[in-house]
């Protein structure tokens, strides 16, 4: 009965708001910190660049001086690591090289291509201005200044940041917990050849994927078989690691073999909710067993990665503390589609054409069908009891792999 399934929407927000961001902090060299949320607001420890130093090769020369046809005597060199031990006077220059530290005396570099070298003299071929090729102390940034805010996503370029900053080790948030665990009699490994009736446990792996890009620390417990038993030692697994969030795929749904949600229940786990007005998805089961959040994903390898797409990335990022990831798009039906049912209806979809925004369903919805989900490259997100759609019609569809990036 649709009409009496809990909306998406709803059951995302009982999800979020049960869910609260993690507080629990480390240190982390800077190698390790990639891809982690950092902890506190970063204060330079340092001036940067720390020392006025040259932005090129050639002449510390005092600008006044430095006028086309003048020749200036050589009085030393300095190079980058070296500190000037003699200042530039009147008449003279010191050969200088890209980051040393500029001489006193000197307030202008000029560059080697502008010079011509006579002996110990050099001759000025194109006149300079006053701080012409040079980096002043500070023009960086400076000691004390913030250089990134507490709760931002550590990567290439603000690692650098930190690096130029004085830091070797950055504070930041443990990261959520992620444990998935398939369930079924009829699941191998991957990798394992399936005997008769069984197939390989895909799904899995798509969510440990999916929960690492969203910040967590995931972990595969593997297959465990229709039965109580095995359903509990996989459980106490993930409690004995410390997961906050437990994602299990299959026996979600209402056959004698779906044991997951009363094994469950039978220890002790509070339900939030268990199936909503989704397509595919529409066993999800979510509660809470003590402090860790429990998601029990529908088996169907499409089913389980779009629940998780719904509702685990949200979930990880509300408690890694990244902000949510908007995949949301408006795009335009290259294609006739028939009415949707009374569920939210999650369509794999390929563009046709990117930049115009259209976009075909795929022929089969089947959600069994891991093919299509992996060329997908959307999902069209159709509403409950939506009418037929023409060529034309605008949507709005979810962007997956590299069409969201
Ligand atoms: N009488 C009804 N039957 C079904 C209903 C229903 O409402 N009434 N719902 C259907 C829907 S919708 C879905 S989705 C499935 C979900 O059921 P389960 O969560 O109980 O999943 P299973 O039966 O365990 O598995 C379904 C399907 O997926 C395969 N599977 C399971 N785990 C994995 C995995 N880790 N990797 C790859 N494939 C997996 C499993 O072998 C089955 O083929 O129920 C419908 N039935
Ligand atoms: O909702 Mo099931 O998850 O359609 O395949």
Known sequence: MAGSLLPVDDALSILLNGALPITDRESCDLVEADGRVLAEDLISRITQPPFSASAMDGYAVRSDDATTGATLLVIGTVAAGETPEISVAPGTAIRIFTGAPLPSGADSVVIQENTEVMGDRIRIMKSVTKNANIRAAGQDFRQGQ?????????EARNLSLAAAGGYGSLPVYHRPKVAVLATGDELVRPGETPGTGQI?????????????ANGAEARDLGIAADEPSAIEAAVEDARAWGANVLITIGGASVGDRDLVGPTLQAMGMSLDFWKIAMRPGKPLMVGNLDAMKVLGLPGNPVSAYVCALVFAEPLIRRLARLAPRDRLMRAVAAEAIGPNGPRRHYMRARFSDRGQGLVSPSASQDSSLIATLADADCLIVRPPGDGPLKPGDPLEVMLLGKAAS
Request: proline share 0%.
């Open 146 to 154: 913030v250089l990134l805010a507490d709760g931002s996503r550590l």
């Open 200 to 212: 390989s446990a895909s799904a899995g792996i798509a969510l440990v994927s999916l929960a690492r």
